[in-house]
């Protein structure tokens, strides 16, 4: 990676990889992009920063030519509750904007990421210690669109020779940028509303668990995968990756830990309710270890302490 295009880069990941990225690889050599301009997102004012939407495919292979980028890390796409709410916009958006960001990659000889999820799975799928590789069978337009993407870049790589790579993310933990219409976004916004209120209701039921990361861990995890030798990357597109996993009572838990007076009620919603149950409890990420040493430096109590205090600073 020396010069970087990022699409998406105002979502919930890209705010932060970008900061990371221009640390590493230099402001010059980042060029995020988004649909939109976020009023108080600190990305709009990169010296780089684009408008681009990644269905308009001539504006998309101009910002790569104008920057002469030779990585794409394609982040544009809906998160599964709001796909599930609109899922031919989702469609468009995953479908055609991935094929879009395959072609410029495969016009241009870009190295490409894109993320997958623990979306890609779904209630036939083993449920604990979920393998690498196992039946997917997601009954998502979220999860619909991830399998899909990870078939494509598979084939963008055997077909065409394209340096792809990409991870399942499980639920992003962060306190910089909320995310928008996740199925795991109460695992976020527990944090907002234990500062603010002391106090949450949950919209996932007890004893559903889902794999979970720390953003620092995430943004972490795409660094090194994209910088990993090629050689020994068997899966490349789709690696179940996660920091941990858990159910809503133990993040509760967790954050008594810090503030014994928290409280949590339910009120579950059932749409959020079905895609959780669809998904796996725990992955097994050992194929991800085995083929670029990942690691997550969090775990859950030292995730909570860390929300915890950044967000009160933030007040
Ligand atoms: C979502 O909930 O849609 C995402 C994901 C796990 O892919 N956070």
Known sequence: MKKILITGALGQIGSELVVKLNEIYGKENVVPTDIRVVEGNEVCNHPNFAILDVLDMDAFMA?????????????AALLSAVA???????????MQGL?????????????FFTPSSIGAFGPDTPKVGTPQDTIQRPTTMYGITK????????????????????VRFPGLISYVTPPGGGTTDYAVQIYYDAIKYGKYVCNIPQGVKMDMMYMPDAIQAIIDLMEADASKLVHRNAFNISGM????????????????EFEMTYDVNP???????????????????????????????????????????KK
């Not at 910002?63 to 982040?75: G, N, P, Q, R």
């Not at 094929?99 to 190295?111: D, F, K, P, S």
């Not at 899909?148 to 790579?165: K, M, N, Q």
């Open 84 to 94: 599930e709410e609109k899922p031919l916009v989702a469609w468009d958006i995953n």
């Open 147 to 166: 399998v899909a993407g990870e078939l494509l870049c598979d084939y963008y790589h055997t077909r065409f020779g394209v340096d792809t790579r990409g």
């Open 63 to 75: 910002v790569a030519k104008k920057h002469e980028v030779d990585t794409l890390i394609h982040m």
């Open 99 to 111: 094929i879009n960001g395959l072609e410029v990659a495969r016009a241009l000889e870009l190295q």
């Open 271 to 313: 749409t959020l309710e079905r895609i959780a149950k669809s998904w796996p409890d725990e992955m097994d990420i050992s194929a991800a270890k085995e083929e670029w040493n990942f690691k997550a430096e969090y775990d859950l109590d030292k995730m909570t302490v860390d929300m915890l205090e950044k967000l009160e600073a």
């Open 245 to 260: 996993s858990f159910e809503p009572e133990e993040i509760a838990a967790s954050i008594r830990k810090v503030m014994p």
